[in-house]
């Protein structure tokens, strides 16, 4: 049997002998473009539920958790919103109301925050008439926006709305909310770091000095890599540049990152998806100041795609944390889109297991939670392209099956 022969034999066998295990189920695939999940329960059921923006079809769209027993089939959702060119969008209750509206970021040629308030009566959350879309007006224009959080900055008013961009004159900053957040021409935005290309913000007290900072990993640029913006406390340097501190990664291109505690030592540490190398990089945090990090590598094994996105979980319920890892395989065949592995065995290609299998082509950020509640996590995300002409699988799950071998 010939080298490139025997490679796609122990493809197939991998994806046969692992990946038929983990069964895949769509939420949603009525469009074209799916571009990211991000969840939150905003029905008040206990379930979480997601925002989707459909980048190539200039939709925002909402699902529901259907419950337990209607999980596998496709989900109850709803048209929150006409985002053109959207590529992230977030559950937020802008206005303290207890309905959770969606702030759409688009980039491309449209270049603006697009607010979606949600209705007051959550049974009308499935009912599209009843959404309400808007520009941030000072957004519009400005960048090309690419990923949003909430986060309170000045102590003041309504939630704040920090976000970050790509591009020329892309920067990572906040819009400071006023007394009233549903007067919309009163948001004020304040740049806070210039950046390249903006893919995760995370709002975390990286100082232990009780206000919240900003994390970011930064794909372009001269910048990038992966690091936190000091968050200057109440007073003008809100408004200011806040003080960089890198963390690792640096002149890398970095992708979606994740926080958690991975060495269980009670610090949050940071792992993120890295292109330049194909590779996985753990930075360890070493003390409360949050400026003394090591760093290690995991090399990504021949059978994954491009470096994409990667989340950390207790996924095989061996009783320590687990590495998921998507890819772009969008233009390389014979490809495994998903794979996971814990950090020991990741180092060992060996230790990496197909959840995907060869199925899809360019998967996206990643949420890991018990969907079908049975116990184990399940790998939520999205399929944005499936080859020329497609739209790709888009908004789906895989279903963990773990607790089946216990």
């Not at 000095?209 to 640029?221: I, K, M, N, P, T």
């Not at 950020?365 to 399929?383: F, S």
Request: contains cysteine.
């Amino acid at each position: 049997m010939t080298r490139p022969g025997l490679l796609i034999f122990c493809n197939l066998v991998i994806h046969f002998c692992i990946a038929q295990d983990w069964k895949l189920h769509i939420i949603d695939d009525a469009h074209s473009g799916a571009d990211g999940v991000r969840i939150s329960d905003i029905d008040g059921d206990g379930l979480k539920d997601i925002a989707t923006g459909w980048e190539e079809t200039g939709l925002t769209k909402i699902y529901l958790h259907p419950g337990f027993d209607l999980v596998r089939e496709k989900w109850p959702a709803t048209i929150v919103g006409k985002t053109p060119s959207v590529e992230d969008a977030v559950f937020i209750d802008l206005d303290n109301n207890g309905a959770y509206d969606v702030v759409s970021s688009t980039e491309g040629t449209s270049k603006q925050i697009f607010i979606n308030w949600a209705p007051d009566d959550p049974e009308r959350l499935l009912d599209s008439s009843m959404w309400l879309t808007r520009p941030l007006p000072a957004s519009v224009g400005l960048m090309q926006w690419m990923f949003a959080i909430p986060m309170q900055v000045d102590g003041a008013n309504g939630v704040d709305i920090v976000a970050g961009a790509k591009g020329d004159h892309a920067k990572i900053g906040w819009f400071r909310s006023p007394p009233d957040p549903r007067h919309l021409d009163e948001w004020e935005w304040y740049p806070i770091y210039s950046c390249g290309w903006v893919m995760s913000l995370f709002a975390r007290d990286m100082d232990n000095d009780g206000d919240l900072d900003v994390v970011a990993s930064d794909r372009r640029g001269e910048h990038r890599g992966v690091r936190w913006l000091e968050n200057p406390g109440r007073g003008s340097g809100l408004f200011d540049e806040w003080e960089n501190h890198d963390i690792g990664a640096r002149d890398r291109e970095v992708l979606f990152m994740d926080m958690a505690d991975i060495n269980d030592d009670g610090l949050e540490d940071i792992i993120v998806s890295e292109y330049t190398n194909q590779r996985v990089v753990f930075m360890k945090r070493r003390d409360l100041t949050g400026k003394h990090w090591t760093q290690e590598e995991i090399s990504l094994p021949h059978y994954s795609g491009r470096a994409k996105s990667v989340r950390i979980g207790e996924i095989d319920l061996d009783g320590s944390p687990d590495l998921v890892h998507a890819s772009e395989t969008l233009s390389i065949k014979g490809k495994h889109g998903i794979i996971y592995a814990s950090p020991e065995k990741g180092i060992n290609h060996s230790g990496w297991r197909s959840i995907s299998g060869l199925i899809g082509y360019k998967f996206d950020r990643i949420e890991l939670l018990d969907l079908d509640g049975d116990g184990d996590l399940d790998v939520l995300t999205c399929e944005e392209n499936y080859g020329e002409n497609s739209k790709g699988l888009g908004v789906i799950w895989y279903e963990n099956p773990a607790i089946n071998f216990r």
